[in-house]
């Protein structure tokens, strides 16, 4: 499965972005779906996952209420509509690919199988 990440950009405090992750390969319908961000230093952090039906969804405290994650399994893609961005979002952000039948957590990295290049989000005035 190869993942492609898009969509990043420079946005002040407050603006919104949405990015995309597009799958080839696979069975994309198949896969819960993430997506998480670093910084430089850090590790990488959790930010949001869809079940691979679309019903479920799951975001890190510091960004439920602000971002969406959905997917459309037709055209292979998930989503992450960012909205009212602070500087402390600036980071790397990584789309995520897990293809097992059966997960414990996706808020956890070393659980998915398949990561997107990354794509660089910078919220500064």
């Known amino acids: 499965v190869q993942l492609q990440a898009s969509g990043g950009g420079s946005v002040q405090p407050g603006g919104s972005l949405r990015l995309s992750c597009a799958a080839s390969g696979g069975l994309f319908r198949r896969y819960s779906m993430g997506w998480f961000r670093q910084t430089s230093g850090k590790e990488r952090e959790f930010v949001a996952a869809?079940?691979?039906?679309?019903?479920?969804?799951y975001y890190a405290d510091s960004v439920k209420g602000r971002f969406i994650m959905s997917r459309d399994n037709a055209k292979n893609t998930v989503y992450l509509q960012m909205n009212s961005l602070k500087a402390e979002d600036t980071a790397v952000y990584y789309c995520?690919?897990?293809?097992?039948?059966?997960?414990?957590?996706?808020?956890?990295?070393?659980?998915?199988?398949?990561w997107g290049q990354g794509t660089q989000v910078t919220v500064s005035s």
């Open positions: 995520a690919a897990d293809s097992a039948l059966i997960t414990s957590s996706l808020s956890i990295a070393d659980q998915y199988d398949y």
């Open positions: 869809i079940k691979s039906n679309g019903g479920s969804t």
